[in-house]
């Protein structure tokens, strides 16, 4: 089974827009993304999000058809845990609408948590059956 990716270093190449908060790039029917905070507030990942996908992101319509989407989220140790159910949800409810119409579209998700010197959650978003 496929991992979500864990080391950024393996996005290294890809032309990056955005900003410090969020930033995407795109490879094929392939869209990474980086959030730079990790926090069990929602409303946090929904406005970052939309604001970026309104305002910075447009090289890329919502698709209909099954998606894949593997979340990698870095925390540094010692910090109180994070519910991951909680942060896929939130971020998976701030991507519908720009990568996918709905999150009944996501046919395979894998969430998963490593400890890191950097906070940040790690997202890949593809279109089932497509290669990277």
């Known amino acids: 089974m496929e991992q979500a990716r864990q080391d950024p270093t393996d996005w290294q190449g890809l032309d990056w827009q955005g900003g410090r908060t969020v930033r995407a790039a795109r490879q094929g029917e392939t869209v990474f993304l980086r959030l730079s905070e990790v926090t069990s507030q929602a409303r946090v990942y929904k406005q970052a999000l939309d604001r970026f996908f309104r305002t910075e992101y447009r ?36 991507v519908t609408g ?13 969430v998963e948590r ?3 010197a950097e906070e940040a959650i790690y997202l890949t978003v593809r279109r089932r059956g497509a290669g990277a």
């Open 59 to 94: 090289d890329w319509r919502p698709r209909w058809g099954d998606f894949e989407v593997d979340i990698a989220v870095h925390v540094q140790p010692g910090l109180p845990g994070v519910d991951l159910d909680n942060i896929a949800k939130a971020v998976l409810d701030g």
């Open 98 to 110: 720009a990568l996918f119409f709905d999150d009944v579209q996501v046919a395979r998700l894998l």
């Open 114 to 116: 490593f400890s890191a």
